[in-house]
């Protein structure tokens, strides 16, 4: 299949072109697309053939649920049996954003996208040409990161076609993502609830809204929560290492003579997040065998940086 780039600036809608790429879902395709977090790969929600077809082009397990990506809060009480009262609290305050809500589902959402679990996680993205797309399509749009599984989630159209070219129907390239890492996903299923994945919207930003908040403390040992967390994630080829200060950094380069290394540095955690993932995707290309990382403290945007750097370097 070829795929097809339709290219649109992320604050001037051209109504032709969100309507061609509308029709693709509706027909039952594959649209990748811009959002504020990373981009995704967009089917109708609604549609079992459509869902499988992601899992197919991206090498997805099965058992890894998917986000439905809505427009407004009418979608949502199609898709959500319940919305707690916190829930409704988070959404007044945060959407449309990077922020994704894991709810009791409804009949109408097929087990493909849930994996089987009675929850549905749901998100209303801010990007302009994202919320254009799922109002034109008329549905509420699955869409997982657009990359192949286990590599690092795309920031750029030209990261979605490296790694799911010729794989979809098209893409539509807005330019680089705001943020650069996945949304903060939250479990409103239980009274308080819980971070499943630390994202921009920090646990503190939701307690000051609805009180306590609990955190996933190692995903990766318990039975996972958020089933995707249990998979190798975000890797590119080389090998990571994290370092914590100069001392270990010098300590990493002498212990790897022989091996070509890449240093990533920031300015900022704003930075890291949106750069990240690209530098990775760039030291594959460069050839780099060893990418070495500092850490960033784990609180508040660090925990969502940290959250994937660990996942990238294989714990
Ligand atoms: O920012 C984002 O969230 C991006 C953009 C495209 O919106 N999407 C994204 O999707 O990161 P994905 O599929 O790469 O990650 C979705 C995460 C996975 O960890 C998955 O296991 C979890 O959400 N998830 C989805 N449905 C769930 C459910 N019903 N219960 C628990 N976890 C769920
Ligand atoms: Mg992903």
Not at 44 to 63: H, M, T, Y
Request: charged share 35%; glycine share 6%.
């Amino acid at each position: 299949m070829k795929t097809k780039i339709i290219k649109l600036s992320p604050d001037n809608t051209d109504t032709n072109k969100i309507e061609e790429a509308a029709r693709i879902i509706r027909e039952s395709g594959l649209v990748a697309f811009p959002t504020e977090t990373v981009y995704g790969l967009g089917a109708n929600g609604l549609d079992e053939i459509a869902v499988r077809r992601i899992f197919a082009a991206k090498g997805r397990p099965s058992d890894n649920p998917l986000i439905l990506h809505v427009c407004n809060t009418k979608q949502v009480k199609t898709l959500a049996a319940k919305i707690p009262v916190k829930a409704e609290k988070l959404m007044k305050k945060f959407w449309p954003g990077p922020l994704t809500f894991v709810l009791k589902k409804t009949e109408i959402v097929p087990d493909i996208v849930t994996a089987g679990l009675d929850s549905v996680a749901v998100r209303m993205p801010k990007n302009r040409i994202a919320k254009d797309l799922i109002k034109a399509s008329g549905f509420p749009i699955a869409a997982p990161s657009a990359n192949i599984s286990g590599r690092p989630s795309p920031t750029s159209a030209e990261h979605v076609l490296d790694d799911l070219d010729g794989k979809i129907d098209a893409v539509i390239d807005g330019g680089e993502v705001d943020i650069g890492l996945e949304s903060t996903v939250v479990d409103m299923t239980k009274d308080i609830p819980t971070i499943l994945r630390p994202g921009k919207i920090t646990k503190k930003q939701l307690e000051v809204v609805v009180g306590k908040i609990y955190k996933v403390k190692s995903p990766d040992h318990e039975k996972p929560r958020a089933p995707g967390m249990k998979y190798r994630h975000y890797s590119p080829r080389g090998k990571i290492e994290l370092v914590r200060n100069e001392d270990e950094l010098k300590k990493v380069v002498e212990r790897y003579p022989e091996k070509k290394i890449k240093i990533l540095s920031y300015r900022d955690e704003t930075e890291m997040g949106k750069k990240m993932f690209k530098d990775f995707r760039d030291s594959d290309k460069e050839g780099y065998d060893l990418i070495v990382v500092k850490e960033v403290e784990d609180k508040d945007f660090g925990s969502a940086i940290m959250d994937r750097l660990r996942k990238a370097s294989g714990g």
